[in-house]
Nanobody
Framework: QVQLVESGGGLVQTGGSLRLSCQAS????????MGWYRQAPGKQRELVAT????????KYSDSVRGRFTVSGDPAKNTVSLQMNSLKPEDTAVYYC???????????????WGQGTQVTVSS
């Protein structure tokens, strides 16, 4: 059973910083990509940032580029998101994401964490 467990959400004022972390555990054969998505109330889930483990390539949404930094550690199966200069519009539930191959499956699949709330007050 593969699990993604997030930590680090909370309440912060505009202009503040938070760091999210995610640990993937279980019977994992290989991880291709890890990253973060978010979902604000009444909106669809959207990409925040991802990193490719075997290619050292990162991707950011336009709304967070220059303020957020995603970093992954393939040796530890972890991914972090450093969020600086936070804005009220960053308020959302942030979900850890991984494209990985569980040893119990024949192919790579998408996995999601339970989500962690980030609230930015104005």
């Amino acid at each position: 059973q593969v699990q993604l467990v997030e930590s680090g959400g909370g309440l912060v004022q505009t202009g503040g910083s938070l760091r999210l972390s995610c640990q993937a555990s279980g019977s994992i054969g290989s991880i291709k990509t890890m990253g973060w998505y978010r979902q604000a109330p009444g909106k669809q889930r959207e990409l925040v940032a991802t990193t490719i483990f075997d290619g050292d390539n990162t991707k950011y949404s336009d709304s967070v580029r220059g303020r957020f930094t995603v970093s992954g550690d393939p040796a530890k199966n972890t991914v972090s998101l450093q969020m600086n200069s936070l804005k009220p519009e960053d308020t959302a539930v942030y979900y850890c994401y991984a494209l990985l191959w569980p040893r119990t499956h024949l192919t790579f699949s998408d996995f999601w964490g339970q989500g962690t709330q980030v609230t930015v007050s104005s």
